[in-house]
């Protein structure tokens, strides 16, 4: 098993809905808590982040984190087809030089 | 900044080849990390850097993979001998120690025939 779970999709949506994106994790030590975001042929880019458990919300994006069940969740309210791209979430133990865990990606197509 | 560069984008070699990936990180970064991206097991953290000195390998699959950082502005990530399996992206980020956030380059596409 993984230590970091995400169904890979497709997920397509239309234009204007909200959006849920998950994944799991397995491991009680991990703190902070990651988004990325990565368009075709390009290096994933930070969307949002978290440390423990909560709620971030930056714009259209709200990240999510219960650590008690291990679940990280990112939404996306009034999705536009420039949404349209892999969403990897991303874990780490601690801060600083640590390096990052990483789901699978699920790929996101919003239909306009 | 212009980033984290990646140098070359996209390389074909055959298989038995030497390959060299190299990486400048952000200016006043002083954390390295090199990825390997792949359909099948996604991204998964090979080696990182910090003060230039490697900290946590565990993630090399073999010993035909290697990586060096020579100096705070260069990093390089070695296979020799090259194998068809090893084809996928390659990707180099850097970190500074005061925040989470890792910058990933553009990536090496490689692709061993």
């Known amino acids: 098993q993984k230590e970091v779970e995400q169904d890979p999709g497709p997920l397509s949506v239309p234009e204007g809905a909200i959006v849920s994106l998950n994944c799991t994790y397995s491991n009680s030590a991990f703190q902070y808590f990651m988004w990325y975001r990565q368009y075709s042929r390009k290096g994933p880019e930070l969307l949002m982040y978290?440390?423990?458990?909560g709620n971030k919300e930056d714009g259209r994006f709200t990240a999510q984190v219960d650590k008690s069940s291990k679940y990280i969740s990112l939404f996306i309210r009034d999705s536009q087809p420039s949404d349209s791209a892999t969403y990897l979430c991303?874990?780490?133990?601690?801060?600083?030089?640590?390096?990052?865990?990483f789901g699978k990606g699920t790929h996101l197509i919003i239909q306009p | 900044d212009a980033g984290v560069i990646q140098s070359p984008r996209h390389e074909v070699t055959e298989m038995g080849q030497e390959v060299t990936l190299r990486c400048k990180p952000i200016?006043?970064?002083?954390?390295l990390f090199w990825y390997r991206q792949t359909m099948m097991r996604g991204l998964e953290l090979l080696i990182y850097f910090n003060n230039n000195v490697p900290i946590d390998d565990s993630g090399m699959p073999e010993d035909r993979f290697s990586a060096k950082m020579p100096n705070a502005s260069f990093s390089t990530l070695k296979i020799q001998p090259s194998e068809p399996r090893d084809s996928a992206v390659y990707f180099c980020a850097s970190s500074s120690d005061a925040n989470t956030e890792a910058f990933f380059g553009q990536g090496t596409r490689l692709t061993v025939v």
């Open positions: 200016s006043g970064h002083n954390s």
């Open positions: 978290t440390y423990s458990s």
């Open positions: 991303a874990t780490r133990r601690g801060g600083g030089a640590d390096g990052l865990t």
